[in-house]
């Protein structure tokens, strides 16, 4: 099977602004920011006591639309999985988030 298109993506960003840049630099524009908190989010993401930035990223002119959700953590604190140095920039580096 062949992917021709894919609704959204979700990336988990260190720095909100160079990500924000960056997928600009795509095309995309800003359509939501929202800081998602308390027990809904909690439950959904499977974290206790989560707080992030969730901006929706849209490309304009898209059809069917497509989008990119930016995903910053304010809460749990997130930790980079090491073996993956610096190679890429920061805002794009895997975290590894302490659960419960």
Do not use: N
């Not at 206790?48 to 059809?63: F, K, N, Q, R």
């Not at 920039?89 to 590894?96: F, S």
């Amino acid at each position: 099977m062949k992917i021709t298109h894919f609704d959204h993506v979700t990336v988990c960003v260190s720095d909100l602004a160079a990500a924000k840049r960056f997928f600009g630099l795509l095309g995309f524009a800003e359509d939501k920011s929202v800081v998602i908190s308390g027990e809904r989010f909690a439950t959904y993401m499977g974290l206790a006591e989560i707080e992030a930035d969730h901006v929706t990223l849209v490309l304009p002119g898209a059809s069917p639309g497509v989008e990119v959700q930016l995903l910053h953590y304010r809460h749990p604190e997130a930790a980079r999985y090491p073996e993956h140095g610096e190679a890429r920039p920061a805002w794009l580096q895997p975290y590894l988030l302490r659960g419960r």
